[in-house]
T-cell receptor
């Protein structure tokens, strides 16, 4: 069991649909992350939030829209996705983005399939 | 960010000690070395982190030579459940702590 919970575990959507991925942690962490992982590839960083503010956007297409409504929740809104966006989407959290390197705690991801 | 290089795959028999070496030739002074483990259909799990010399915890040891251009993750007496992908990362302290995963090492433990 992980301390970062992601829902749903699986999602199938058409290219015209709008859906959201959700991530929740109750460890009091103030940094949260979205990663994308294609099959047999390493995770790739998409977004970083620090104290509910977007700190890093790794040039992700606008069809992916992150949101951090409070310190425990992180959403990823999806709209007009392409088949190549099918992947495992991982959420992670860490204590903060302070001077010390903090381990990241990952959820088990949402496996997204675009039809 | 320092680029990391590690073997794509390794095989080991149960009960053996496994050493996975990672090269990071252009590591910077404020970079830390971190290792994660990932099982299929799960998110990565933090294993161990270090800056120099040797770090040990309940699951692994991390050896870092004085020049810090490489590091070795040591897993004592592996079992079948240690079959996973192991990622070596170099993470910059004092800022955004942007994390870049390398290709990882697929460890297969054989009965």
């Amino acid at each position: 069991d992980t301390e970062v919970t992601q829902t749903p575990k699986h999602l199938v959507m058409g290219m015209t649909n709008k859906k959201s991925l959700k991530c929740e942690q109750h460890m009091g962490h103030r940094a949260m992350y979205w990663y994308k992982q294609k099959a047999k590839k390493p995770p790739e960083l998409m977004f970083v939030y620090s104290y509910e503010k977007l700190s890093i956007n790794e040039s992700v297409p606008s069809r992916f829209s992150p949101e951090c409504p409070n310190s425990s929740l992180l959403n990823l809104h999806l709209h007009a996705l392409q088949p190549e966006d099918s992947a495992l989407y991982l959420c992670a959290s860490s204590q903060d983005l302070g001077p010390r390197v903090q381990p990241q705690h990952f959820g088990d991801g949402t496996r997204l399939s675009i039809l | 960010l320092a680029k990391t290089t590690q073997p794509i795959s390794m095989d080991s028999y149960e009960g053996q000690e496994v050493n996975i070496t990672c090269s990071h030739n252009n590591i910077a002074t404020n970079d830390y070395i971190t290792w994660y483990q990932q099982f299929p259909s799960q998110g990565p799990r933090f294993i161990i982190q270090g800056y120099k010399t040797k770090v040990t915890n309940e699951v692994a040891s991390l050896f870092i030579p004085a020049d810090r251009k490489s590091s070795t993750l040591s897993l004592p007496r592996v079992s079948l459940s240690d079959t996973a992908v192991y990622y070596c990362l170099v993470v910059q302290s004092g800022g955004y702590q942007k994390v870049t995963f390398g290709i990882g090492t697929k460890l297969q433990v054989i009965p």
